[in-house]
């Protein structure tokens, strides 16, 4: 059985249960390789359900929501959220747990088995103007990419997601429910970021300055993250005004900077606030520095082990000193 | 927001200030800052007409916040909220500016240090326009002290607090009080006995009305605060009803297994049911349950057998748990003597007639093994050397800090040598001899006068030559290499904080300085307080100290332990951190971060809502700000210290002026 069946069993037994309000997953988009998240009430409608590379959002950014109700388009009433996660997402899940954001005992955790999402900038790029709905499925390293009635096989590196390409977590750290196998995990050497390291401060500044500057102030990085879930975001507070809401390079640099700041330790690269910015810019780029340093100093590594406290909730006397700049 | 009347004070501190700012520059600087009313200069602010000429504006003039431009807060912010209240002010209405340490002492140049006042003062009058007024609360307090650590330290703070009227708990881990000091043989420089001076302070430990001893006993937790403390200690079972036990000894004459002998260094056995020593207080036997055939196999009870008819003894005892209600603690918790083991080139541990300052205690002590008879292997020593230092002074070892009892129990079992064997070599090597008590240099005077050799080097190997021991060093006088035998080889070993007390010191928040012994608030001016309120620290725990340093430092924090008690009510933090409600998510990061336990999350109404927030217990609060670093939506704050007060004088000392 392939994943969208599996899930669409698991989703039927999942909805019939009384304690279970909704479930939240992944539905065909309305055009060319989009998928929309969708909230089901009844087994009934577990056929919309689908899973594929193309479900790339992490969903877990719902839960902190005061209503999801408005995403279902009606009351949902109270009982617990069924949720389809991958691993990565689960990691999501995992800080939220740490952090109080969410209760365990409130949600029942349909896990995917996930070998990897595409980079829907690189599909699109690859496999330009598709309206029509197309499909894409994985399997031993190929991408099989099915629009405008052909079937084209793509090495799947060339178009996933990278953090699929460096993902040590495809078995989801936490679930009730799971769909299919975990593929072996690729080891994280962190090679991306060694190479940014390595630049002289000028082009880091150089680079910075370009990539900040086209900043529009749109905030979909902070609103798509899941935990950036504060219901009143210092950032956009007016007194005290930490961040000047004028869309400058110094004041977009201060407002992406207190952002990785926010994250580090907390940020589980499911770089959801890269894929939603319109302006293209690399923001896992610094939260992955972040993943890299708090592990060198502090041998962490958010929302790896779901019974493990938040970083910034420990304190060692024997903790690294160094500092984070 | 009302507007303020600010009144600025500028101290010239003599010459301290004003040598390198300029006081008059900044004066009419001041002057023209918002909302500044006043702004005035004199010679010593601190002094009672600097403070008048403050009391006399806000009456005068109606000012209603003031910034002193003097020290640094930590010396005379106290100074001047008085002044305030005195004027009827509200003492929280105060800004000090620190142009002291910061300015004029830092700096050379006076045109820099003037214009960085300028900046401190801006700093300080645009936040004291933000302060408002704070009330200060109480709490009551329970009249009652615990002590923990029954050394001579505990037993004389105990006393004097108990004398004060006072109940106090003393908690003691071992099976009787007494401690390190019960072991010495003699003290210096005076020669008493020890056992003798200190056995009636132990009974008046058992025969005070206001003292309850809890022996074998440990704390094992501690919550709440200062007049509030609420205790845990686990009473490790005796195995024998501490109340029944008339210590007649009959049990342990047919208790047939042989343990190593504590209180004598491990030099002589006893049984596994005992007292461990004549003197034990509380006079009761205990059994060894690591030792104990039957708590061990199962089987036995014999001495149950013995004590039928005052059935004392319950070899089925279990650890209890005993709550105490106490109003303030005194920690002390004593040393550890240096393991010379861990000095492998003096050889301890592999030749027999290498032993410690400790060991020698016992073994020339009436009470030892020997029955006070100087015998080693059976054989009076004819050389005898002593090695200073050992595991002191010694950065190898990762103890920088000098013991301050070798010297002199060296020079004193130098001199007990001499009394039992007066044809005897004896030669003590030292690196400097510290004789700075009082008496001290006096009795080491003579016991040079005894024919006592001191050598001035480190011993760097003690090996085996034919039946004697060889000690190699280098004379740092003559400046030669020399070897002198011995038949006796005595370490000086140091003291090092007890390890057991590392537990305990986590559980009262109690820092450590770098040598691992406990940390004083400040090392003049407060030197038995520590950074939580109503601990208070009493002899060895603290640093190296010999006995009439110990007991007078055990009453000083007596007294100190006293002042809540005998006051009935403490005074609570008030520049507390608050919630801002509707902010907050309820991450509890803060709960985590907070050092006091002041903070818990809660469930609340928000704006018509239940929710998690985040709650702060004020009287817990110790205004440190950790909470604020860590909270990602600014929902807490500190008090006196708001991120919209932090970033008014960010702005203002940003400014040129």
Redesign the interface.
């Known amino acids: 059985m392939d994943a969208t069946s599996t899930l669409r069993s698991i989703a039927k037994e999942v909805l019939a249960r009384k304690d279970v309000a909704c479930l939240l997953g992944y539905e065909q988009g309305s055009y060319g390789f989009r998928v929309a998240p969708c909230v089901l009430t009844s087994p009934k409608e577990v056929d919309r359900l689908i899973f594929s590379p193309l479900c790339v959002h992490n969903l877990t950014n719902y839960l902190t929501l005061e209503n999801i109700g408005l995403l279902a388009g009606k009351d949902i009433g109270k009982g617990k959220i069924a949720i389809v996660v991958k691993g990565c997402d689960s990691r999501a899940l995992a800080m939220l747990m740490a ?3 969410i209760e365990r005992d409130k949600l029942v955790v349909i896990g995917v088995c996930s070998p990897g999402v595409a980079d829907m900038k690189k599909l699109e790029k690859r496999f330009p103007n598709v309206v029509d709905k197309a499909a894409v499925a994985l399997s031993n390293g190929t991408l099989k990419v099915t629009c405008g009635g052909k079937t084209e096989e793509v090495p799947a590196d060339e178009l996933l997601s990278a953090k699929c390409t460096r993902c040590k977590n495809k078995l989801p750290v936490i679930y009730d429910e799971l769909v299919g196998e975990p593929e072996e995990g690729r080891p994280d050497d962190f090679a991306d970021v060694s190479e940014l390291e390595a630049q002289n401060i000028e082009a880091k500044q150089q680079k910075w300055q370009a990539e900040f500057s086209k900043c529009i102030r749109c905030y979909a990085c902070r609103n798509v993250c899941p935990l950036c ?6 950032l956009d ?1 007016l ?2 005004q ?1 961040v000047r809401r004028s869309v400058t390079y110094p004041d977009n640099l201060l407002f992406h900077i207190t952002r990785a700041f ?1 994250l580090a330790g907390r940020c589980i690269d499911c770089g959801e606030c890269a894929r939603v910015c319109p302006q293209d810019i690399p923001l896992t780029e610094l939260n992955r520095k972040f993943q890299k340093d708090v592990k060198e100093l502090f041998e962490y590594e958010a929302g790896v082990d779901p019974e493990a ?2 970083l ?4 060692r006397t024997e903790d690294a000193d160094e500092g984070i700049l | 927001m009302s507007t303020k009347r600010i009144g600025v004070y500028i101290c010239h501190c003599g010459v301290n200030i004003a040598q390198t700012v300029g006081i008059e520059e900044l004066k009419s600087f001041a002057a023209t800052l918002p909302q500044v009313k006043v702004a005035e200069n004199y010679m010593y602010m601190c002094s009672e007409p600097g403070q008048e000429l403050i009391r006399k504006d806000i009456k005068e003039k109606k000012l209603n916040r003031i910034v002193v431009v003097a020290c640094s807060p930590r010396l005379h912010e106290p100074t001047f909220r008085n002044t305030l209240v005195s004027a009827g002010l509200n003492p929280y209405c105060l800004e000090i500016a620190n142009v002291r340490e910061q300015c004029s002492w830092v700096h050379k140049d006076k045109k820099v240090a003037t214009s960085k006042a300028k900046s401190v003062v801006a700093a300080a009058v645009t936040k004291v326009a933000l302060l408002e007024p704070l009330e200060e609360k109480e709490v009551s307090v329970t009249k009652t002290a615990m002590v923990v650590g029954g050394g001579i330290a505990g037993i004389q703070a105990a006393l004097d607090i108990a004398d004060s009227g006072f109940k106090t708990y003393l908690i003691e881990k071992e099976p009787s009080i007494g401690g390190h000091m019960m072991q010495l043989d003699k003290t210096f420089p005076t020669l008493d006995c020890s056992a003798c001076i200190l056995t009636p302070k132990m009974s008046d430990i058992k025969n005070h009305p206001n003292i309850e001893l809890l022996a074998y006993s440990e704390v094992a937790d501690v919550k709440g605060f200062v007049g509030n403390f609420k205790v845990t200690v686990k009473r490790k079972p005796r195995y024998i009803e501490e109340a029944i036990c008339n210590a007649c000894g009959t049990c342990a004459k047919y208790c047939s297994i042989a343990i190593i002998d504590r209180y004598n260094e491990g030099l002589s056995k006893l049984q596994a049911l005992h007292i461990p020593f004549p003197q034990a207080i509380p006079a009761a036997y205990v059994v060894d349950p690591e030792e104990c055939r039957y708590l061990k196999e199962g089987t036995c009870r014999q001495c149950e057998q013995v004590c039928k008819e005052l059935n004392a003894i319950n070899l089925d005892m279990q650890e209890e748990s005993v709550e105490l209600d106490v109003g303030t603690i005194v920690v002390a918790t004593g040393f550890d003597v240096f393991d010379a083991n861990r000095k492998p080139e003096l050889g301890y541990g592999r030749y027999e007639n290498v032993i410690t300052g400790m060991e020698f205690e016992r073994v020339v002590s009436a009470a030892g093994p020997n029955q006070g008879e100087l015998l080693i292997n059976g054989k009076k020593p004819k050389e005898v050397v002593f090695i200073q230092c050992v595991g002191s002074r010694d950065k190898t070892v990762g103890n920088e800090y000098c013991s301050r009892v070798c010297c002199m129990y060296t020079a004193k079992q130098a001199h007990l040598v001499r009394e039992k064997l007066p044809d005897a070599k004896i030669t003590i090597f030292y690196i400097d001899v510290r004789a700075f008590g009082k008496g001290y240099e006096e009795f080491y005077d003579r016991v040079k006068g005894e024919s006592v050799y001191y050598r001035r080097g480190n011993v760097s190997e003690v090996y085996k030559k034919g039946d004697k021991l060889i000690c190699r060093a280098e004379d740092t006088l003559l400046g030669k290499p020399i070897e002198v035998p011995a038949d006796l080889v005595v370490l000086a070993v140091g003291i090092q904080p007890s390890a057991g007390a590392r537990e305990l010191g986590k559980l009262l928040k109690l820092s450590t300085s770098p040598d691992n012994f406990f940390l004083e608030a400040h090392p003049k001016l407060r030197p038995v307080d520590t950074g939580s309120d109503g601990v208070f620290l009493a002899g060895c725990c603290q640093g190296p100290k010999d006995i009439p340093d110990t007991v007078a430092q055990a009453s000083a924090s007596a007294a100190k332990a006293v002042i809540p008690l005998a006051q009935g009510k403490v005074k609570t933090e008030t520049m507390v951190a608050r919630v801002h409600e ?2 907050c ?5 803060c ?3 907070c050092p006091y336990d002041a903070i818990e ?1 809660q469930l609340q109404e928000v704006n018509g809502r239940e929710k ?1 927030v985040a709650v702060v217990n004020e009287v817990l609060c110790k205004s440190c700000g950790a909470c604020t670093g ?1 909270c ?4 807490i704050q500190q008090t006196g210290f ?3 007060q932090i ?1 008014a004088v960010i702005g203002a000392i940003g400014k040129e002026y």
Not at chain 1, 312 to 315: I, L, N, V
């Open positions: 952090e109080n954001g879930y504060c219901s009143d975001c210092v507070r007194r005290p930490f926010h406290q938040a910034f909730a420990t304190f | 509707q902010a998510r309820a991450c509890g990061y709960v985590e971060a999350l998690s860590v990602f939506s600014g929902a708001t991120d919209d970033l």
